[in-house]
């Protein structure tokens, strides 16, 4: 069976740029509109998901701003001062007032991005910010970003055989590094668990200053997975405890879910095609136990 990673790279940016379906970013940018209303202003950072406002269908029911890959935070900078002008000046009635969103993916938030995102929450600006975390720039072919978790395969790590494993760097930690900046309000969520998603969003919204919310988002070109799966794949992400369900709150870490006992993280790599030369032709025990072994020392000392 022909899948989109055997497609030429032409054909597979073309099946990977028009918002793929079952795309994880999507669903959670809706409920995200969904949860926030109709009164907010969407930043949109380029990415795999520039076409999400026209085609083929849009979630916003609001305003919408495009912009390039590493400007996002600084667009919504100055749209939310333009807001608080408008406001001071009574150009704009308080219950008319937008809340700034930011939409981006992994590349722009944890590579390109990064600076003008580090700037803006040093300056407190009042926004949410949610990540789409695909783990690889998808909008161009899927390479590897910093993102991209140790033993994956993607257009610019592709394993071979004096580097079987595929990626050798480890994810970087973006909940860490923004925690780091000590913003008020920090969440991942995930497409499997909407309840808690949309629960943390409300809670989000008592705070003033960045809201920040890194989402797993299953790329079903990128990932090498059917489109149906990704909701499957998503919670096996979290069984395995390989996409741990958090927050910070003013720094203070806690787990919205916890499990007793986790899904070998062998089930969810089985899954992706990503993943699949870590099983064939030879099995890679040494990669397999190692990406083990790093979800085992994370929940070692948490109890909730």
């Not at 022909?2 to 379906?21: I, K, N, Q, Y």
Request: glycine share 8%; hydrophobic share 40%.
């Amino acid at each position: 069976m022909t899948t989109l990673r055997d497609l030429p790279l032409d054909e597979s940016l073309a099946s990977g740029s028009l918002l793929c379906a079952g795309c994880g970013g999507v669903l959670l940018t809706r409920i995200f509109e969904k949860v926030l209303g109709p009164k907010t202003v969407t930043v949109n950072a380029a990415g795999c998901m520039s076409m999400l406002s026209v085609f083929p269908f849009t979630p916003f029911r609001s305003s919408w701003f495009y912009v390039a890959m590493a400007s996002a935070p600084a667009a919504a900078q100055g749209i939310r001062d333009a807001l608080d002008i408008l406001l001071k000046k009574g150009r704009v009635a308080k219950e008319d007032d937008l809340k700034v969103v930011v939409v981006t993916g992994d590349g722009a938030a944890a590579d390109i991005g990064l600076q003008a995102t580090s700037g803006a929450i040093h300056r407190k600006l009042d926004f949410y910010y949610l990540v789409y975390d695909n783990e690889g720039y998808s909008n161009t072919g899927f390479q590897a970003s910093s993102s991209s978790p140790y033993g994956a395969s993607t257009k610019t790590t592709a394993p071979t055989a004096l580097l079987p494993e595929g990626t050798l760097l480890d994810k970087k930690d973006l909940f860490e590094i923004w925690k780091a900046h000590r913003p008020p309000y920090i969440a991942t969520i995930s497409p499997a668990y909407i309840a808690d998603m949309m629960h943390k969003i409300e809670k989000a919204s008592r705070f003033a200053g960045p809201k920040l919310f890194i989402a797993h988002s299953p790329c079903p070109p990128g990932w090498d997975v059917g489109s149906d799966l990704v909701i499957r794949l998503s919670k096996m992400a979290v069984e395995t405890g390989v996409w741990p369900l958090k927050e910070a709150i003013d720094g203070q870490v806690t787990h919205s879910l916890f499990m007793k006992k986790r899904r070998p993280v062998e089930e969810y790599l089985k899954m992706q095609g990503r993943f699949e030369h870590l099983f064939s032709p030879a099995r890679q025990e040494s990669v397999i136990q190692a990406i083990q072994a790093k979800v085992d020392d994370y929940w070692k000392n948490v109890t909730k």
